[in-house]
């Protein structure tokens, strides 16, 4: 009898006892999960090697698509008579137009081949400096941005429209011969140049564009934010790099990011606190998750 007693007080002890251990470690990866999804301090190190990185790794996945010219070819002249039956189709217009202002298409090639680096990258590191709580949030926007673009290239090549058979495009880099785009010239070699959709200059101008709106309060420098992209798509069209429809493709892409960033952080990247423990003058500030 006592030992059938102690024999029962003790299996009920075991069973008790599972429902604590698992609660335990539910409450061990939560914790652990809310560590990892809280916004925390950049370390500037740890970054600029993770941008790097992924820029390569983009570059070299972008790059290792293969070049499907006779589809891609097919699939611009597709999406040509498609733009015909929205009633879009004016790129052409526009590219030669204002390839008559010499000056003005020069610049523009410039912007193509510069800005597109320049400006995220300063975007990036205002973000680490002004808003360490936010940086990594809208960091992972504009690098899931960047992955989705990636599935674009690779199941739907598509020439630019300065490489269209029989089209009356003009390819602005060979001919006012300036230097720095990678779509024309001795560089596109290095460069899958039927990788046209979506256009990452709209993906990543407008991630630029919206950030710097949402987070800046002088004025001048909102309406500059909000112009930067749309200057991006005139660019992008009068060099007869991107079609209209390219440029809805990259923001697709960036909805996309978005939609990743709230996911994973709870809420979109600018609600989220703007300082965090460790950044200065806002050491002693909770967290958010």
């Known amino acids: ?20 251990v698992d609660d335990a470690k539910d409450h061990a990866r939560q914790g652990l999960l809310r560590r990892i999804r809280s916004p925390r301090r950049p370390r500037f190190w740890f970054e600029i ?38 009633g879009i ?18 610049g523009m090639n410039y912007y193509y081949a510069t800005l ?5 990258l300063g975007v990036l590191v205002w973000l680490y400096h002004s808003h ?14 960047t992955a989705v673009a990636l599935l674009g290239y690779y199941f739907f090549p598509l020439a630019p429209p300065r490489l269209m058979r029989g ?26 140049q039927y990788a046209a959709m979506p256009s990452m200059h709209i993906g990543w101008s407008l991630w630029c564009g919206l950030t710097v709106f949402a987070l800046v309060t002088v004025p001048w420098v909102r309406v ?39 996911l994973w952080y709870g809420d979109l990247p600018y609600a989220l606190p703007r300082w965090v423990p460790g950044t200065g003058r806002s050491a002693l500030l909770p967290v958010q998750a």
Not at 116 to 120: D, E, I, L, M, Q
Not at 132 to 145: C, E, H, N, Q, V
């Open 89 to 106: 189709a004016v790129e052409d217009s526009v590219n030669r137009a204002l390839n008559s202002v010499t000056w003005l298409i020069v």
């Open 49 to 86: 090697l993770l941008i790097a990185v992924s820029y390569w790794t983009y570059s070299l996945i972008r790059n290792a698509v293969p070049e499907q010219k006779a589809q891609a070819l097919a699939d611009a002249d597709w999406l040509w008579r498609l733009e015909h039956h929205l």
């Open 167 to 192: 089209g009356d495009f003009v390819d602005t880099v060979m001919v006012h011969h300036t230097w720095g785009s990678m779509a024309s010239g001795d560089l596109k070699h290095m460069s899958n």
């Open 116 to 120: 597109h680096f320049v400006v995220t």
């Open 132 to 145: 360490p709580g936010r940086y990594a949030a809208t960091r992972l926007t504009l690098f899931s941005t």
């Open 224 to 262: 500059l934010a909000l112009v930067y992209p749309v200057a991006t798509l005139t660019v992008i069209v009068a060099t007869a790099n991107h079609f209209w429809l390219d440029a809805a493709g990259g923001t697709m892409c960036l909805t996309c990011g978005f939609a990743a960033a709230a």
């Open 1 to 20: 009898m006592g030992d059938r007693t102690v024999t029962a007080v003790e299996g009920r002890g075991q069973v008790a006892s599972h429902p604590v």
